[in-house]
């Protein structure tokens, strides 16, 4: 029922306000990253979607815990995801 309603409120505000190009843009790398990956290994596989992940560090405990998965970790704040670098870096 909440999924159903939020589905409806996205579709009268898409409606209104349209997608972002920057927000089309990184949906369109996510797809082509995700094609690729799909090609590379023969098949489809889910797509998992952490929203407000930060540095990524909850991604890539998604990504070790969900193996057969595509795991895509979004966040609003540049200075958050420019950290993702640096964590990697560390490790």
């Known amino acids: 029922l909440i999924a159903e309603k939020n589905s409806a409120n996205l579709l009268t505000y ?3 306000k349209g997608i972002a190009e920057h927000n ?3 949906f369109d790398l996510a797809m082509r990253r995700y094609e690729q990956h799909c090609e590379q ?3 489809k596989v889910p797509i998992v979607l952490d929203s407000c992940c ?3 560090r909850s991604t890539q405990i998604i990504a070790q ?3 057969g998965a595509f795991v895509i970790g979004m966040d609003k704040s540049a200075p958050r995801l420019a950290r993702t ?3 990697r870096e560390r490790e």
């Open 14 to 16: 898409l409606e209104k």
């Open 24 to 26: 089309q843009e990184a």
């Open 41 to 43: 290994i023969g098949r």
């Open 54 to 56: 930060g540095t990524g």
């Open 65 to 67: 815990h969900r193996p």
């Open 85 to 87: 670098k640096a964590f």
